[in-house]
């Protein structure tokens, strides 16, 4: 009688246990759910779930307090980014006019008498207004990209707009006697990105490399849409390579370099599901953009 009871009694402890896990489960199944709500919509509803114990009900509450102080920390952020997007973007129009006041002055000193030396004072002030004329260009240029958040997308002719971004600097190239070696496979490789975008990406790159290189430059694209930009650049570092797409990082202070431009390349093609970039071996630096094929599998 005795090892019945036993085994009855185990046979009641496993029952109860199973229920228990089968709750535990339904419970946790419950809270995926519920986490996953909250993450798309924006509520500060608690977290439901259908089981009792104390211990799978404060869980669930202290999720949806987290989740909900995440969300009030995202919010802040995004106002705050948005309110500096902004002061950037007010700062940088407002420096024109004095800037452009300032140029209207050189120039009416360069009409002037002047010893060599004040002309070369006149000149290094020239040089760095300039400088400070690109940067609040690509100030401005970097705030309202940075706040754009739609693309025009269609499908493009990668090959097509590389060629064009090319003629453009034609000028800069032969004034550098830099005559760029291209390879571009023959058959078109279409993507679906923005035109615009893929152009400024394009020249952004190109004029890094213009204006970084020893006398050389060289791209070629793969049929798969991979492109490599590549020029020897004898003065960089891997340091500094290493910090080519940081915001405002400036390779040499003595040239007219802003450290936007690759920057904004950076972000334009994250934006755009791309992947950029920058290796430097042997004195060459390239820079590599990529972008996928649009599939409805990826979603993109």
């Not at 402890?13 to 924006?42: F, Q, R």
């Not at 202290?62 to 902004?86: M, P, S, T, V």
């Not at 490789?189 to 923005?194: A, E, H, Y």
């Amino acid at each position: 009688m005795l090892p019945w009871l036993l085994s009855g009694a185990l046979a009641l402890v496993a029952a109860a246990l199973g229920i228990k896990i089968l709750l535990m489960h339904k419970s946790m199944n419950e809270i995926c759910d519920g986490l996953a709500e909250h993450l798309t919509t924006d509520t500060n509803q608690l977290i439901t779930v259908s089981s009792g114990d104390r211990t799978v009900r404060r869980l669930a509450k202290e999720i949806a307090r987290q989740l909900a102080e995440l969300r009030k920390q995202r919010r802040q952020y995004l106002e705050g980014d948005r309110e500096l997007k902004e002061a950037v973007t007010n700062i940088s129009h407002d420096l024109r006019t004095p800037l452009t006041a300032i140029c209207g002055y050189l120039e009416l000193l360069e009409t002037e008498e002047k010893s060599e030396k004040v002309a070369h004072y006149l000149a290094q002030i020239a040089n760095r207004t300039e400088a400070l004329k690109s940067l609040t260009e690509e100030l401005f240029r970097y705030s309202v990209i940075s706040s754009v958040s739609d693309f025009r997308y269609e499908r493009v002719n990668v090959g097509r707009v590389l060629e064009d971004c090319l003629i453009s600097f034609y000028g800069a190239f032969e004034q550098k006697g830099i005559v760029p070696q291209i390879q571009v496979p023959a058959d078109a490789v279409w993507r679906t990105l923005d035109k615009s975008a893929l152009s400024r990406i394009f020249g952004n790159i190109i004029g890094n490399a213009v204006k970084y290189s020893d006398g050389d430059f060289s791209v070629s694209m793969t049929n798969a849409g991979e492109l490599s930009f590549s020029n020897t650049a004898s003065e960089l570092s891997k340091v500094e390579v290493g910090k080519l797409f940081d915001r405002f990082y400036t390779v040499d202070s003595a040239r007219k370099s802003t450290g936007l431009g690759l920057s904004i390349a950076k972000l334009l093609t994250e934006r755009m599901n791309g992947q950029i970039a920058a290796a430097y071996k042997n004195g060459v630096l390239t820079i590599t953009v990529s972008f996928r094929e649009h599939t409805e599998e990826n979603g993109d």
